[in-house]
Every structure is written in C-alpha cells, then in structure tokens.
C-alpha cells in the first residue's frame, strides 16, 4: 500500500488543495489505456482533526521512514476520493527530496493494523474507503 504526495480537495470546495498532503492508495482503477483513477485516503499530521481509536495512524519511526513520512501522521478513513492520476492532485512539495509523488509504503504490519480498524469501522457502521 503506496503513500503519495497528493493535493486532496477538501469537502466543500471545488478544485484542489494547493498543499499536497500524505495519502494512503486504497485502489487503483485503469479506465482507459494508460489512464488511472486512483482511490486515496486523507493524511494529516494534526492528530485532533478526529479521532484516533477510528483512523489509521503511522506512530513507529520505522514505518514512519518506510512510508516515507518525517512525523505521526493520521489517516482519515472516513475522507476517501477517486481521483484522476496525474499533475493535477499528484504532485511531490520538493522535486528534490521527493522526485515523484510516491513517498513511501505501509507495509505488511501496518496492513494489517489497518484491517482491523476497518473491520471495527464496519462493524459501527462508519464510512470506509
């Protein structure tokens, strides 16, 4: 599972996010021959933004540097969207220190964690990417 640099829009607001904000890639879709649609989970570093018992959040400095990500950050599950890849909402903050948009992955720990967050989600009837 891939974290990518991404300019999420914001509920409410048409367009994008002019501040690219660590997001988790759920799915990837490919509409049309070299064409994807890329399913993404909102990242934030503030930790209030919701709670934490509901959300997947990247503490351990090992899986923070394997996602590539410099501080604790929380993925919102309940803030997911199909967007088109590409420039527009994929676009790395610092072409030299992120020369692409992908920054890093979650890996198989860390899925696992996430699956059974999303499991208890469900089961609470939450929404779920």
């Known amino acids: 599972m891939d974290v990518v640099w991404c300019r999420f829009p914001y509920d409410g607001q048409a367009g ?3 501040i690219p904000h660590p997001c988790l890639v759920f799915q990837v879709n490919e509409y049309k021959p070299d064409k994807f649609a ?3 989970v909102y990242g934030t570093s503030n930790l209030t ?3 934490k018992g509901e959300n997947f959040v990247n503490y351990n400095h ?3 540097d394997y996602a590539g990500l410099y501080k604790v950050t929380l993925f919102d599950l309940g803030r997911s969207k199909w ?4 420039p ?3 676009t ?3 072409q030299n220190k992120y020369p692409t948009p992908v920054i890093g992955c979650v890996r198989t720990q860390g899925q696992d964690v996430l699956r059974v ?7 609470k009837g939450l929404p779920c990417p």
């Open 49 to 51: 933004r919701v709670p």
């Open 83 to 86: 967007l088109t890849w590409g």
């Open 62 to 64: 090992t899986e923070l």
């Open 16 to 18: 994008r996010s002019e």
């Open 38 to 40: 890329v399913k993404v």
């Open 117 to 123: 967050i999303l499991e208890e989600r469900r089961a």
């Open 88 to 90: 527009q909402f994929f």
């Open 92 to 94: 790395s903050p610092d």
